[in-house]
């Protein structure tokens, strides 16, 4: 058909459309982001009894809230009377319910309808009928990750199958103890861009060599363009000279006392699907969840994770946050530039992945099994 198939060393990607077409991004929502396990919210983030946080998983708002014995909660954000967005703040507290603001419908912290104005002269309601929805809620890493599927996958083989799979084993991800970690700092990052791309950005390092001049410097071999992901259970070494997972080689904190001498001075990299990347350094975890809220716009929460004595102390972290938040700069900036191109009569058929972004082609055709695309993108694009 193309050059493509006439030259071993180069796959066809997805056709220009998958990154901007509505009609697309819809069955993702649909039919990976509500029917996955989805990691959703940080467990600290909601510490306290009715502390909650809402975020957008597929085409739903889901509120994910601590109820009164120390249980993390999930449900869809909708009131049952006539549909009221029930809390519309990024996150809050309140003390032992949650009231919608149009008639005042009152539901327990377990999701329960406790109260209604005037329920008492309804005796035929049923007020277990008419709780709010619950969804799917495991912990895992220090996070609450929800699945809106009546009939979730299993967690094990899906999730813990993922990360268990890229290391080499999950005993590996175990020595860093991730749940027991403190948050350092977050940072919330707006990209106008597909979450495709973004994922796509992150599996390859074909591009380390021309846009992450300092992450290079720390890791040498990711100038050569192959990615820590690339290889199973491979991590970057440190360069000879540098001291720490920080802008400048400096020092980083104390090695996490999990962490074995195998892991030592070593980077490990793994994209989670279908919204998580995780990166793992001998002081600290790199914890990214993505939320796509439009075809061309993807919101990035990062957390930096550290020792809790590491926190606790006020050590200065800020070289060692500088460092992947450029990185992260710089790959979205050019998930950005990319996704400008989408629409172009230029990429009407896609690009070519080379020989170092082959595994890419796996995410491709496991987006369009999902979505019950058969369809090879020139195909259908010429
Ligand atoms: Fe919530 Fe009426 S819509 S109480
Ligand atoms: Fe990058």
Same mark, same amino acid.
């Given at each position: 058909?193309?050059?493509?198939?006439?030259?071993?060393?180069?796959?066809?990607?997805?056709?220009?459309?998958?990154?901007?077409?509505?009609?697309?991004? $819809?069955?993702?929502?649909?039919?990976?982001?509500?029917?996955?396990?989805?990691?959703?919210?940080?467990? %600290?983030?909601?510490?306290?009894?009715?502390?909650?946080?809402?975020?957008?998983?597929?085409?739903?708002?889901?509120?994910?809230?601590?109820?009164?014995? *120390?249980?993390?909660? /999930?449900?869809?954000?909708?009131?049952?009377?006539?549909? $009221?967005?029930?809390?519309?703040?990024?996150? *809050?507290?309140?003390?032992?319910?949650?009231?919608?603001?149009?008639?005042?419908?009152?539901?327990?912290?377990?999701?329960?309808?406790?109260?209604?104005? =005037?329920?008492?002269?309804?005796?035929?309601?049923?007020?277990?009928?008419? *709780?709010?929805?619950?969804?799917?809620?495991?912990?895992?890493?220090?996070?609450?990750?929800?699945?809106?599927?009546?009939?979730?996958?299993?967690? #094990?083989?899906?999730?813990?199958?993922?990360? $268990?799979?890229?290391?080499?084993?999950?005993?590996?991800?175990?020595?860093?103890?991730?749940?027991?970690?403190?948050?350092?700092?977050?940072?919330?990052?707006?990209?106008? $861009?597909?979450?495709?791309?973004?994922?796509?950005?992150?599996?390859?390092?074909?591009?380390?060599?021309?846009?992450?001049?300092?992450?290079?410097?720390?890791?040498?071999?990711?100038?050569?363009?192959?990615?820590?992901?690339?290889?199973?259970?491979?991590?970057? #070494?440190?360069?000879?000279?540098?001291?720490?997972?920080?802008?400048?080689?400096?020092?980083?904190?104390?090695?996490?006392?999990?962490?074995?001498?195998?892991?030592?001075?070593?980077?490990?990299?793994?994209?989670?699907?279908?919204?998580?990347?995780?990166?793992?350094?001998?002081?600290?975890?790199?914890?990214?969840?993505? &939320?796509?809220?439009?075809?061309?716009?993807?919101?990035?929460?990062?957390?930096?994770?550290?020792?809790? !004595?590491?926190?606790?102390?006020?050590?200065?972290?800020?070289?060692?946050?500088?460092?992947? !938040?450029?990185? =992260?700069?710089?790959? &979205?900036?050019?998930?950005?530039?990319?996704?400008? %191109?989408?629409?172009?009569?230029?990429?009407? /058929? *896609?690009?070519?992945?080379?020989?170092?972004?082959?595994?890419?082609?796996?995410?491709? #055709?496991?987006?369009?099994?999902?979505?019950?695309?058969?369809?090879?993108?020139?195909?259908? /694009?010429?």
């Amino acid at each position: 058909m193309t050059t493509t198939e006439s030259s071993q060393s180069l796959m066809p990607t997805l056709a220009g459309h998958y990154y901007t077409d509505p009609a697309i991004f $819809a069955l993702e929502q649909s039919r990976i982001f509500e029917t996955q396990w989805f990691c959703a919210v940080r467990s %600290a983030d909601i510490a306290e009894p009715g502390t909650y946080r809402t975020v957008q998983i597929g085409r739903e708002s889901v509120l994910v809230s601590r109820g009164r014995r *120390g249980e993390i909660n /999930a449900f869809l954000n909708v009131c049952r009377h006539r549909g $009221a967005r029930l809390c519309t703040e990024q996150q *809050g507290q309140v003390k032992r319910s949650f009231q919608c603001p149009y008639h005042a419908w009152t539901y327990g912290l377990d999701g329960k309808l406790i109260a209604a104005p =005037n329920l008492t002269d309804m005796p035929d309601v049923d007020r277990g009928e008419l *709780g709010l929805h619950h969804l799917a809620v495991r912990e895992w890493l220090g996070y609450a990750w929800v699945c809106l599927a009546d009939d979730p996958p299993s967690f #094990e083989d899906t999730v813990v199958a993922d990360v $268990a799979e890229r290391l080499g084993g999950a005993e590996e991800i175990g020595a860093y103890d991730v749940a027991s970690l403190s948050l350092g700092t977050r940072i919330t990052y707006d990209v106008k $861009a597909n979450w495709k791309q973004i994922i796509e950005n992150f599996m390859e390092c074909y591009h380390c060599a021309t846009i992450h001049p300092e992450l290079t410097e720390v890791l040498p071999e990711f100038a050569d363009g192959f990615a820590a992901q690339y290889y199973v259970g491979h991590g970057a #070494e440190f360069g000879d000279d540098v001291q720490g997972f920080t802008v400048d080689g400096s020092e980083g904190a104390e090695r996490l006392p999990g962490v074995g001498e195998h892991q030592n001075r070593r980077y490990y990299a793994m994209t989670v699907k279908p919204q998580v990347f995780i990166n793992l350094v001998p002081d600290h975890v790199v914890f990214h969840r993505m &939320f796509p809220l439009a075809p061309d716009r993807t919101l990035i929460e990062c957390d930096w994770l550290y020792h809790p !004595d590491v926190v606790a102390s006020g050590t200065d972290l800020s070289r060692s946050v500088e460092l992947f !938040d450029r990185v =992260n700069r710089q790959d &979205f900036d050019a998930c950005e530039r990319c996704q400008l %191109a989408m629409d172009s009569r230029s990429y009407a /058929a *896609g690009g070519v992945l080379v020989p170092s972004e082959h595994h890419i082609g796996a995410f491709h #055709e496991w987006v369009r099994t999902r979505i019950g695309e058969e369809t090879r993108s020139h195909d259908r /694009a010429s």
